[in-house]
């Protein structure tokens, strides 16, 4: 099981707090990274096998070539992408592509835990639970859920700014996000941008990804222009390492960029946990977590298989 390199700091957690997103540098070791690193690439040959998994790059081309026998036939259970693309061609939004030449892919997944059980153990055991533990000030910690992001070398295609909170079908306060990548990124190879402090602001509508176009169905305003005005925002990115790991809360704003680079590939995980104000919301419009064995009813703590605690506050860690 693997431990934290070092402990969580005050200074780690008031920047968690104060402007929603945290850098922890060097915190998994090589073992940890070298596991997850294993469990990306295992999950990326068993592509098929997945219902969650989209090529958001085979999208946008078919979009742009308007090759609709492709879109219909593109794979993945949450969402039906025909009828989400001609929802964004009627927006009027661009899709949001870098000026690259577009050999590589973005592709993303969705509950690997599912389906593998060291990923799952990577989730639910050891380092990645204690994080969550020391950021969240709660007496437990639940799972609540992974993707993994692969953009290849050349991939053109950037991840339009969001926030989590309006795709996870729950509310409160204590929710983080980590992103932990197995390659080195920075912002020209897809690194993570955030708007800091945004997680005190309100809740836009979620979107398509590849669009600022919201998800057909889906509530709340429509965020502002991020991509087209990123000067008027207080957007922060970070170079980061394997054995870094950023969390954000998921109220925070954040978005990526293609990758650039001719060679380096960018695959992260995106693991998600909940503290104790956490309680289930039903959200109009959002992906369906196809995996999950139970549906809780609106209001309830989250529990059981869907939700395991991962982490449970020691005596020596409570407040005197
Ligand atoms: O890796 C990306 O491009 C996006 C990741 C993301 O949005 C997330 O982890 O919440």
Known sequence: MSALTRPITLDEIAAYNVAGVTLLR?????QSVNTLRRCIDDAAETFAESQCFYDLSAITKATETGDAETLSEI??????????????KESKRELLIDKID????FLLDTAISARNREFRRFCTLGAVPEIAGALLA???VNFFGDQIFIKEPQ??????????????EIEGEQCCVMWIPVDPATVKTGGMMYVRGSHRGRLYAPNVFISQTRLPGSEGDDLPNIEGAMDRFDVVHFDVEPGDVLVHHYKTIHGTGGNHSRYQVRRAASL???????????????????????RL????????????????????????
Do not use: M
């Not at 060097?26 to 090589?30: E, S, T």
């Not at 794979?75 to 964004?88: D, P, R, T």
């Not at 991939?155 to 996870?168: I, K, L, S, V």
């Open 155 to 168: 991939t053109r295609e950037r991840t339009a700014f969001h926030q989590d909170a309006p795709y996870f």
């Open 297 to 320: 009813e609106d209001g309830a703590p989250l529990s059981g298989v869907d939700f395991p605690v991962v982490w449970r506050q020691r005596k020596d860690q409570r407040a005197a």
């Open 272 to 294: 998600r946990y909940c503290g104790d104000d956490i309680r289930f919301k039903s959200r109009p419009g959002v992906p369906r977590q196809l995996h999950h064995k139970t």
């Open 102 to 105: 577009g050999k590589g892919s």
């Open 75 to 88: 794979s993945g259970g949450q969402h039906n992408i025909a009828a989400i693309v001609e929802h964004v």
């Open 138 to 140: 709660s007496q437990k």
């Open 26 to 30: 060097g915190v998994l070791d090589l």
